[in-house]
Every structure is written in C-alpha cells, then in structure tokens.
C-alpha cells in the first residue's frame, strides 16, 4: 500500500472513532448498547479496508455482516428500546469509512456533521416539542410535499413573451428563497424570547424585513420612547438583505455575483456598523426583549404568492427591456422594488446570464430596487409608526444604498 491508503484508512479510523465516541458518551449510567468507541472505529476501519482493497465481493460480504450483527444487536436490545439511532449511524460509517479513499473531503465532512448530529439529540428534541407548533410542522411538511411533487412535473421550458417565463426555473427560485427565510424562521424559533428585540430582528431580517419594519413601526407607535431603538434595529435587519441578495445574484448569474459581492457588503458593513455604534450608546435604551411575529415561510400560500409575483416580474423586466432597454429595466426595478428586492434581483440575474442585459445594468437594477424597497419601509414606517422611526430609518437606508452606489460606481462606474 501506498501513502494514499494509509491516509485513507487513518481517516477512516478518525471518523469511526469521532461518532463511536459521541456514542458512548450519549450512554446513559448502566446502559447498554450494541457499539460504542471502539466498535465505530473498527467499523469505519473496515469500509476503509474495503476501498482499499477495490474487491466487490469483499465489499459485499463485509456489509451482509455488518448487518447481519447489527441486525442481532438490535433484536438484543428491542425489549429496552426501539430506536435505531446507532444501528443506522453504524451503517453510514462503513460508508464513510468507505468513501475515505476516493471522496476524503465528503467523508470527513459528513463525519462530523453526522457526529453533530446525534449529539444534539436533545436539543433537536426539545426544539421540536417546545418551539415548534402544531400547524408549522404541518405547514412545512405540506410545503416538502409539493415541493418533491410539483417541482418534478413542471416543464424546463420557456413560454410567454421573450420566452421570459420557464415554470420550473421560477418554482426552483421560490424554493431557494423560501429554504434562506426557512432558516432565519428556524433560528428565530430556536432564540425564542431571550434574545431581545434587536438580534430577533436581525435574523428575522432573512425571513421579511416588511414583517419586522412593519412590527418595529407599531412597537414605536406604542412606545414613542425607544423610537431610536426601533429605528436602528430596522436598520440592522433591513441590512441582512444585502448578502442574502447576493447569496441569490450568486445561484443564478456568478458573475453578476462576483460584481456585486463589494457593493453589497460594503452596503451592509455600512449600515450594520452604524446601526451597532449607536446602539452602544446608553441614551438608546435596552427596549423590549419580545422577539418579532413572522409567518412560516414554508407555508404553501406565501410561496405560490411569491411564485405569482416573481413570474410577473420576470415577464415584465424581459417585456420592458426589450422594449426600452435599460431604462425599461430600471424603471421596472424601481416598481418591482417597491413589492419586493428579490424578485426583480433574480429576474435581472437571470436576463445577465441569458445575455439580454449586462451585468452593468443587472447591477445598477438591483441596488434600484434596494433603493425601492427602503423607500417602500419608510413609508410603513410613517403610516404605522413615528416621525422619529422615520428619520432613522432613512438615515440608514441613505447610507446602506450610497455606500453600495458608491462602491459600484467605483468599481463599475454607470451603464448610462
């Protein structure tokens, strides 16, 4: 054998050892189970053996056994309890070990986030029971439900005018924005109240910054006294828009990405910045530690909303571009804007990477719309709340969208 398969087997002895290890340490005090440290290490040294050696027939006959002995153990232990959390880690271990040869980088990854995994056993489980209601997990298993039907059946073709409307390509795009504000929805979920109000509506800013400018506005109508706070908490969470916009610029056009990478985070450092100097300041207040209500972004009406709208937008920007060119493009970034940043985002990202716009234009379209949409939070900011949330939040604003026009400028200079 070579270096390359000592290595191989030596990772595969870590990952065994790294879950076998967590295993043991979840043992309760007199409990038994079928694996523990050493067990997972021998296990995951024998999927590394097996790659090793490059025989099918061994490879085989070495997991037929694997089984068979977990398959013993766990009608050993079936009177104690019926889970087969260990069983199944058992199995992916072999795997793991296995793959330790070829596809190191995906083995080891995986290995520890398998390891991750079972150890927060607990945490997953209270989550669950403790924070997770009734009606979202129902919502979200409705939503995974159309998504593995729906997604599958949509036609990956173009229709309508310009061929600017693919159904699979916009029920692709809904579904990676609903995962990115399932996430921040998770992490709110998991804070719970003990955070406060400004790091609930920082993360909430990845579900919907309408939903947390529209919660601030009334908590400052309420309160007129931590109107400041309010102000530049809705900074703070109008500013995650910025890199979870380029996180969508980057799925769709990675240029368009690469070019707009500076400008939005230069935005966001801005403004966050800002927002976090001041709100060091004492004369701020501390404010209410109840976090932000937001709607499950998993739910199905939300996303065929969203789906609605950001077909609309694809065929409009498409129609108006070819129509009045860039100019059509910016004007329907400013109105697109207004509803929401992302849908005209993804649909100038989309038209960049088809070549009907560049990528000049696609990004001068998307600080647009982010200028839009500002404009949009100030004024639910006045309808709903106080002159002085208003005056904060435009500050802010100002000072994200300049910093970013700034910096593409600089970089770029302007498409007209």
């Known amino acids: ?60 006959t070495m997991f037929a056994a694997l089984l068979v002995l977990l398959a013993l153990g766990y009608a050993r232990e079936a009177g104690e309890s019926v889970g087969g959390t260990t069983e199944v880690a058992a199995l992916l271990t072999f795997w793991l070990g296995f793959a330790t040869m070829d596809h190191e980088a995906v083995a080891i990854a995986s290995g520890v986030g398998l390891a991750v995994l079972l150890a927060s056993k607990q945490v997953l489980h209270s989550f669950v029971a403790s924070r997770v209601t009734d009606v979202e997990f129902l919502d979200t298993l409705k939503f995974l439900v159309v998504v593995a039907v729906v997604w599958p059946l949509l036609p990956d073709k173009s229709y309508g005018p310009y061929d600017a409307f693919n159904p699979s390509q916009i029920w692709a795009l809904v579904i990676l924005v609903s995962t990115i504000s399932y996430s921040g929805y998770i992490l709110i979920r998991a804070l719970g109240g003990s955070k406060g109000l400004q790091i609930s509506s920082l993360v909430g800013g990845l579900v919907s910054t309408t939903a947390v400018t529209m919660s601030l506005a009334q908590r400052a109508r309420e309160n007129p ?154 004024g639910i900011a006045a309808v709903n709340g106080t002159r002085g949330l208003v005056f904060w939040l435009a500050g802010g604003f100002v000072t994200m969208t300049g910093v970013a026009a700034g910096a593409l400028y600089t970089m770029d200079g302007a498409p007209w």
């Open 225 to 378: 006294g931590i109107e400041r706070l309010c102000g530049v908490t809705g900074v703070l969470a109008n500013a995650v828009q910025l890199p979870r916009l380029l996180v969508l610029l980057y799925v769709v056009d990675k240029g368009l990405a690469t070019l707009m990478a500076g400008p939005l985070l230069a935005g966001f450092a801005a403004a966050a910045g800002g927002a976090w100097l001041i709100g060091r300041s004492r004369w701020l207040g501390a404010g209410p530690s109840a976090p932000v209500t937001l709607q499950n972004p998993y739910s199905f009406r939300p996303a065929l909303k969203f789906a609605l709208l950001l077909a609309g937008v694809f065929v409009l920007s498409k129609v108006m571009g070819e129509m009045f060119g860039d100019s059509g493009v910016f004007a329907t970034a400013a109105v697109a804007g207004l509803a929401d940043a992302s849908a005209i985002s993804l649909s100038v990202a989309a038209m960049a990477h088809d070549g009907s716009l560049s990528e000049s234009s696609a990004a001068w379209a998307v600080l647009i719309a982010v200028a839009a949409n500002a404009v949009l939070k100030c």
């Open 1 to 60: 054998m070579g270096i390359d398969e000592f290595k191989a087997i030596g990772e595969a002895l870590a990952i065994g050892m790294l879950i076998g290890g967590e295993r043991y340490r979840d043992r309760g005090d007199g409990e038994k189970s079928f694996a523990g440290l050493r067990t997972f290490a021998i296990i995951s040294v024998l999927g590394g053996v097996a790659a090793v050696l490059d025989e099918p027939v061994y490879t085989v």
